[in-house]
């Protein structure tokens, strides 16, 4: 079955430090990949997706790219900033209705 | 503006005691889910509705129950709310696209209610 695996947090950076959250998947077919974000007592954010092999989402300074080779979707900004901290969760979705969830990650970035 | 708005934010209730919490959209979604979401883990589908067509989850309780009287709204009713339903729950909307499945679509998540349980 399809699946979506993260790296564990906590992840705690420095201000203007370079990010990667990497996200791997399985799945059958051709599924749509996305990064929501979920800031301290919200809701979840769609932060950029990417619907086939080679797009490049990006939104707000961050960036994932479908690697189809490497079944992966890794997340990256260039520089942080204390305002970035919150969980990050990779999805997939395959076929159906689903959204196949990573565990989340917390990223905290320090001043 | 707001586009999924979940009301309320935050509800306590006692154990046991009925309770509903509610969601609307203006996005004119077809698809409407709701989720359980404990302590930053990822959110547990619960249901969603197809237009009007309701799918439970194979393991959502019985205890769960979920009525959408229009496009608009959606709600979720908890008959007898335990200690271990307390928790996140978020609504969240897709479109449809001109296959008529959401495969490429995104969720649009409300900033979901935060259910405490006396």
């Known amino acids: 079955g399809n699946s979506v695996t993260q790296m564990e947090g906590p992840v705690t950076l420095s201000e203007e430090a370079f990010l990667t959250i990497n996200c791997t998947y399985t799945?059958?077919?051709?599924?749509?990949l996305f990064w929501y974000v979920q800031y301290p007592g919200e809701g979840l954010q769609l932060l950029l997706k990417a619907t086939k092999a080679d797009d490049k989402g990006s939104n707000k300074g961050f960036e994932a790219t479908y690697r189809k080779e490497t079944t992966s979707f890794h997340l990256e900004k260039g520089s942080v900033q204390v305002s970035d901290s919150a969980v990050y969760f990779c999805?997939?979705?395959?076929?159906?209705?689903?959204?196949?969830w990573g565990a989340g990650t917390k990223l905290i970035i320090k001043p | 503006d707001a586009m999924v708005i979940q009301n309320p934010r935050y509800q306590v209730t006692q154990f046991g005691k009925p309770v509903t919490l509610s969601c609307s959209q203006t996005l004119n979604h077809n698809v409407m889910y709701w989720y359980q979401q404990k302590s930053s883990q990822a959110p547990k589908l619960l249901f969603h509705?197809?237009?009007?067509?309701?799918?439970n989850e194979a393991d959502t309780p019985d205890n769960f129950q979920s009525r959408r009287p229009n496009t608009s709204f959606c709600f979720l009713d908890i008959r007898s709310p335990g200690l271990g339903d307390a928790a996140m729950y978020l609504c969240?909307?897709?479109?449809?696209?001109?296959?008529?499945?959401?495969?490429?679509?995104?969720?649009?998540f409300g900033d979901g209610t935060r259910l405490s349980i006396l």
């Open positions: 799945a059958t077919g051709y599924p749509s």
């Open positions: 509705y197809y237009d009007k067509d309701f799918n």
């Open positions: 969240a909307t897709s479109a449809l696209n001109g296959q008529g499945d959401s495969k490429n679509q995104p969720q649009h």
């Open positions: 999805a997939l979705r395959g076929s159906n209705y689903q959204l196949i």
